[in-house]
């Protein structure tokens, strides 16, 4: 590439007086809310409900779930066969709301109280993984669904 070209090829990336970083910079600050939301919700949707699937076989929570629950997850507080239904459900049923964005930040904070325990009682050492799937659903809590979603749907009709 010629200089000439080189210099159109910048001056094509920055905005009149800017620089190239400032351009770039202002261009991804207009990436839609709704885009990163669906990105997010659909990410850690489905690293929730891979691990629902491993939980059952059919619709019946699997012998191994139990075993896993009695003797490597050990969550204080529940028996463990209520705990392995529990982490069952909620990890098929939170997944998908988050994917329909059908009451999204209540199936986020569902999923962020699962991750917190799983943090600190199951696996405390791997909390570089849960601190980003805590950003996700800290996200999307904290910004909605956005609007590709039935809750913005939903709220839209609801005004009229």
Do not use: C
């Amino acid at each position: 590439m010629n200089r000439s070209n080189a210099q159109n090829a910048a001056s094509a990336l920055t905005a009149p007086g800017g620089n190239p970083v400032d351009s770039v910079l202002e261009r991804l600050g207009r990436i839609p809310h709704s885009m990163i939301a669906l990105i997010a919700r659909i990410g850690i949707a489905a690293v929730f409900f891979e691990s629902a699937r491993t939980k059952v076989s059919g619709m019946t929570v699997t012998d191994n779930t139990f075993f896993l629950f009695k003797e490597e997850y050990k969550v204080p507080l529940l028996p463990p066969e209520l705990a392995a239904y529990m982490a069952a459900y909620a990890e098929h049923l939170f997944p998908l709301m988050l994917v329909l964005g059908l009451g999204a930040r209540l199936g986020a904070a569902g999923l962020l109280a699962m991750t917190l325990v799983i943090q600190i009682f199951v696996y405390p050492s791997a909390w570089e993984t849960h601190t980003v799937w805590a950003a996700s659903l800290i996200y999307i809590i904290a910004r909605g669904p956005g609007a590709l979603s039935l809750d913005h749907l939903i709220r839209n009709r609801a005004r009229g």
